[in-house]
C-alpha cells in the first residue's frame, strides 16, 4: 500500500449480529484509492456495499483488518478521530436525507452549523455559491419539499461539497432518478469533484454512467474484486 492513497484498505472482514446470528458480511476487502481518482463500485443488492462505504466514512467501527482513510488509520480509532474524519468527507445517501421544510439554501448551510469559526454571512455566501453551479440559482429559497427529485438530488450534492471535503462518497445517488437527470447529477458531481481535485467513490448500478469512472470495482458476497478496464459486467 502505498501512503498517499486517499483511502487504503487490506484484509477487511466485517460482521452483523451477535452469536447464533452473527453473519460475515465482508469478507478480506483490499482496496486503494488514489487522488483524484473517480471510482464506481457495483454489485448486486445486499452484497455489502454500502457497509463498506460507511466504514470508510467512519460511521461504522472497524472490527478486522485494516483502513486508513486521509491519512487516519480506522482500525483503532476513537470517537474524536471518526469525528475529525467525517468533517472531511462529503457523504451522499441513497435517501438524500434532506430536511423537506428548509428550504434549499438551508439545506447546505446546515453543514457550517457545527462550524462556529465560519460566519453567518460566509455560510451563506458558500451554500450559494455551490447551488449556482448545480444550476439551482432559481430554487434557492424554495422548500425542498417543492423541488422535483433530480434537484433534491442536486440540493444533497451540493451539501456534499459546500464543505470543500477531501473525498466524496455517493451512495446510488442517481437510483431515485430517471436516465437524464440521474446522469446531470453524475455530471456535476464528477466536474465539481474534478475542478477540486478530489477523489470520488460512488456506488451505482447505473450502466449509463460507467464512462465516468477511472476504476470499476465489484462487490460479490462480500467479496471486491477490480473489473478489467475493457470488462462490461455490472
Ligand atoms: N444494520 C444491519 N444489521 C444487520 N444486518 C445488516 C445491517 N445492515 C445491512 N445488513 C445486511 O448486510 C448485508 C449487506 O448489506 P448492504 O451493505 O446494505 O448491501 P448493499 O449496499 O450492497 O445492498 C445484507 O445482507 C444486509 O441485509
Ligand atoms: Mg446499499
Redesign the pocket.
Known amino acids: 500500500m502505498t501512503t498517499n492513497a486517499v483511502i487504503s484498505g487490506a484484509g477487511i472482514n466485517f460482521w ?2 451477535e452469536d447464533d446470528l452473527r ?1 460475515q ?2 469478507f478480506e476487502v483490499s482496496l486503494q484509492i488514489n487522488p483524484g481518482e473517480v471510482v464506481l463500485l457495483t ?12 466504514l470508510i466514512a467512519g460511521l461504522r467501527r472497524m472490527q478486522e483488518g485494516e483502513l486508513t482513510v486521509l491519512g487516519h488509520p480506522l482500525h483503532h480509532a476513537t470517537p474524536a478521530d471518526l469525528l475529525a474524519l467525517r468533517r472531511r468527507i462529503g457523504f451522499i445517501f ?1 435517501a438524500h436525507n434532506l430536511l423537506p421544510f428548509l428550504t434549499a439554501i438551508q439545506n447546505v448551510q446546515v453543514m457550517f452549523d457545527l462550524q462556529p469559526e465560519i460566519s453567518k454571512r460566509e455560510a451563506q455566501d458558500r451554500s450559494k455559491q455551490i447551488l449556482c453551479q448545480v444550476g439551482l440559482q432559481d430554487r434557492l429559497t424554495y422548500p425542498v419539499s417543492r423541488l422535483s427529485g433530480g434537484q433534491r438530488q442536486r440540493v444533497a450534492v451540493a451539501r456534499a461539497l459546500v464543505g470543500d471535503p477531501l473525498l466524496v462518497l455517493a ?2 445517488p442517481t437510483s431515485a432518478l430517471d436516465g437524464t437527470t440521474g446522469r446531470e447529477v453524475v455530471n456535476q458531481l464528477q466536474a465539481l469533484a474534478r475542478e477540486r481535485g478530489r477523489p470520488i467513490l460512488m ?1 451505482t448500478h447505473d450502466p449509463r454512467i460507467l464512462d465516468v469512472a477511472d476504476r470499476v470495482l465489484t ?1 460479490q458476497d ?1 467479496r471486491l474484486s477490480e473489473v478489467p478496464r475493457n470488462g462490461r459486467t455490472l
Open positions: 452483523f449480529g453473519k458480511i465482508l454489485g448486486p443488492s445486499g452484497s455489502g456495499k454500502t457497509t463498506l462505504l460507511t441513497q451512495d446510488e456506488v462487490m462480500g
